[in-house]
């Protein structure tokens, strides 16, 4: 499987955004990058994924490098309530493909 | 609202002992997974199910074993517990086929 490589932890003011970065530099064409969150004493939660093409949802905005080797999770306005691990995930497609979660990124929101 | 459901929060059991995890999903789904989670090792994937009474090893599997009789309901289990199986265990589910996977919130097991 493809790895990714994310730093251990980050720091944000609250309400200023947040850009989360992520090195995937052995994806292979048919990865997509997935991106989830664990809040403290919960599961991990859906953020975004995306293929080639930059992506927005409710949540967050997935920004993808020209030669996908890297991607940016971007919370626009950082609140406490998005203090979490974040992780990035490369998974292959197919009906087979499965998550392989790696130790992802600790986000610390600061008043 | 998706709904992955564990059994319980937190378990204490003692060395030697068969323990069960449960786990349900509320939306039909045909995938589920349990994973464990451990400082500084991330989310370690232990099985898989695609389908009733299918499984799949996952990364690390030696120890546990599973059962998938209903297509909502996703068992772990320890045949004899030990202490290094003390850990975070995580459900998980997702349709065949699409994405997003859901997990349940956890179960914190401590073998004694």
């Known amino acids: 499987d493809a790895k990714t490589t994310q730093p251990n932890s980050m720091e944000s003011n609250e309400e200023e955004p947040v850009h989360l970065p992520c090195n995937h530099s052995?994806?292979?064409?048919?990865?997509?990058i997935h991106w989830y969150r664990q809040l403290p004493s919960q599961g991990p939660e859906y953020v975004i994924h995306?293929?080639?093409s930059n992506v927005n949802n409710r949540m967050a905005s997935l920004a993808i490098a020209e030669d996908r080797k890297s991607s940016t999770l971007i919370l626009h306005r950082a609140t406490l309530r998005d203090a979490a691990v974040y992780y990035c995930?490369?998974?292959?497609?197919?009906?087979?493909?499965?998550?392989?979660f790696g130790t992802g990124t600790r986000l610390q929101v600061t008043l | 609202d998706v709904k992955v459901t564990q059994s319980s929060r937190y378990l204490v059991k003692r060395t030697g002992e068969k323990v069960f995890l449960e786990c349900v999903q509320d939306?039909?789904?045909?995938?589920m997974f349990w994973y464990r989670q451990d400082p500084g090792l991330g989310l370690r994937l232990i099985y898989f199910?695609?389908?009733?009474?299918?499984?799949e090893k996952g990364d690390i599997p030696e120890g546990y074993s599973v059962s998938r009789e209903k297509k909502e309901r996703f068992s772990l289990i320890l045949e004899s517990a030990s202490t290094n199986q003390t850990s975070m265990y995580l459900c998980?589910?997702?349709?065949?086929?699409?994405?997003?996977?859901?997990f349940g919130d956890g179960t914190r097991l401590s073998i004694l």
């Open positions: 998980a589910s997702r349709r065949q086929g699409s994405w997003p996977q859901h």
């Open positions: 052995t994806i292979s064409g048919t990865d997509y």
């Open positions: 995306g293929l080639t």
């Open positions: 995930i490369l998974r292959f497609t197919g009906t087979a493909s499965k998550l392989t």
């Open positions: 939306m039909d789904h045909e995938n």
């Open positions: 199910s695609y389908d009733v009474k299918m499984k």
